[in-house]
């Protein structure tokens, strides 16, 4: 066979060096054979051969060595095999390159899940075309670890918005289920979903509020886009939080919040009427929008001379708009009335709807916990027309008293002055007490006195506070006439702010 071989090399009988080769596999010389196949040129043989032995290490190397062409499909299915090696041992990032390299994405998806590499499984998700049958899969393991917004997206590849809409709800992403509910197919699916959504964001807001977890509350309405509603609750919450004591800091900070969501629901509505069809849609449909619409005819309805019939028609109206609003019993006195008209009207066109629907008579409410929540037609629309008036408030209440501690008097006398148009925030008593204590302390005798009137005259004081108050009036200004005596430069800036 030496000599044969020999002969066909000499002679240029490649066929015969091949058919030598095949024999030399045949009985398992597969390094003989392999030589053979590379002396004569035809690495491609070679590469066969070492496919149908499974030997894909040693395949991958003479493609690499050789330079020769190897179809995708079949270097596909190289980098494939090598990586089933390395799962098999457990290296699942090799593997997981080499199935990248192969296109494998279904082994990918598998190796990345064990390594709990999620960056890497969203680009898998942008990889994929549109309706590729991993995408669900992606979704699933997405969602079993709380990433919502990824599941979501990987679900609306793939058009299944119902499955994207349940993953909302589970994870709370109200705010995304909210904007897919357009994709829907068919006015039916969008309604019922509709319901759905409300219902379910309606009880886990209630669930929150009776366990007390009101922070909780407000950012879950804030997800879901009810930015008026969270507002009115951080409202309450810096009413009770003012009522027990805490520190200024603390309760302005909480007013700073109410301000900024309010002005969020006014962006939001900018926004909304802004992107609007023609046909009279929002291009994202919302409840808050729902609200709105129903809110701009109904108080046009409820306009009149004030007789009988327009007051049992606009009661009947308002009956008409607390059915649809989403927490009407729960939140607002009078199904937030005058809170979801802030988007479209006037301020003077929302205290006239105010007054309006001051004389109407409201639908009883019988939840404790809506009770306990009731915001007023006046707090709503000054919450919707003056969302910083709070935080306004007690910034002048904190620099009133770093002022006076100072020794400041004038600066704090007229900071404090600036508290009497806030006295729907911080308690009458409060702000004639500290203005009384300003004005003593910058010897401006008149306005003290004024401001011992005014708290001479507030109902809320006992027997014995209002004659100790009496006392303590009678020891001042016995030994002060009441007469402003500042004497600073600025002083007639300040008797013109004392006039008032």
């Known amino acids: 066979m030496h000599l044969n071989k020999a002969a066909m090399v000499k002679h240029a009988e490649f066929n015969g060096i091949i058919n030598l080769a095949e024999v030399k596999a045949y009985f398992g010389d597969y390094q003989g054979a392999e030589k053979l196949f590379l002396s004569s040129d035809r690495c491609d043989l070679a590469v066969n051969l070492r496919r149908r032995l499974g030997d894909w290490f040693r395949v991958a190397q003479l493609a690499k060595e050789s330079g020769v062409v190897v179809r995708d499909k079949e270097l596909s299915e190289v980098w494939t095999a090598i990586g089933d090696h390395y799962f098999s041992k457990q ?46 899969e992606l979704a699933g393991i997405f969602s079993s670890i709380g990433l919502g917004q990824q599941a979501i997206f990987a679900l609306m590849k793939c058009a299944r918005y119902k499955e994207a809409i349940d993953v909302c709800l589970e994870l709370n992403e109200w705010q995304i289920a909210l904007d897919l509910l357009p994709a829907l197919s068919g006015d039916n ?46 409202l309450r919450e810096a009413q009770s939080a003012a009522k027990a004591g805490c520190s200024l800091r603390k309760v302005k900070e909480i007013y700073v919040l109410v301000g900024l969501l309010v002005e969020k629901h006014h962006d939001r509505m900018r926004y909304e009427q802004e992107n609007r069809l023609g046909d009279g849609r929002c291009q994202s449909t919302t409840i808050l929008e729902s609200m709105l619409n129903e809110t701009a005819d109904e108080v046009e309805e409820g306009e009149g001379d004030g007789t009988d019939e327009e007051e049992e028609n606009g009661e009947k109206a308002t009956e008409k708009e607390e059915e649809k609003t989403l927490f009407t019993e729960e939140f607002s006195e009078d199904g937030g009335r005058g809170d979801r008209g802030g988007g479209h009207k006037t301020i003077a066109e929302r205290r006239q709807a105010t007054k309006e629907n001051s004389g109407r008579k409201r639908k009883k409410v019988n939840c404790p916990l809506a009770k306990r929540l009731l915001l007023s037609t006046y707090e709503v629309t000054r919450l919707v027309d ?34 009497r148009d806030l006295d729907d925030i911080i308690e009458p008593q409060k702000v004639y007490s500290i203005i009384a204590v300003c004005a003593l302390s910058a010897r401006a005798f008149a306005t003290a006195s004024k401001a011992f009137l005014k708290l001479k005259n507030l109902p809320n004081w006992t027997p014995a ?36």
């Open 465 to 500: 506070q209002r004659e100790e108050l009496e006392n303590l009036a009678v020891n001042i200004f016995s030994r002060y006439p009441p007469k402003n005596q500042v004497k600073s430069s600025s002083s007639m800036e300040l008797d013109a702010m004392l006039e008032r």
């Open 91 to 136: 290296d699942w990032a090799q593997a997981a390159d080499l199935y990248k390299q192969g296109g494998e994405y279904k082994k990918l998806v598998r190796c990345l899940n064990l390594l709990e590499d999620y960056t890497d499984l969203e680009n898998v998700v942008s990889e994929l075309p549109d309706g590729h049958p991993l995408l669900p």
């Open 189 to 234: 699916d969008v309604s019922v979903s509709k319901r759905r959504l409300d219902n379910q964001l309606k009880a886990s807001v209630l669930h929150l509020l009776e366990q007390g977890w009101t922070v909780q509350a407000v950012e879950l309405l804030k997800r879901a886009g009810h930015y008026l509603d969270a507002a009115k609750l951080m």
């Open 386 to 419: 003056q969302p910083w008036r709070g935080a306004e408030a007690y910034h002048f209440l904190m620099l009133c008293q770093n002022q006076l501690y100072s020794g400041h008097y004038e600066h704090a006398l007229r900071t404090a002055l600036l508290l």
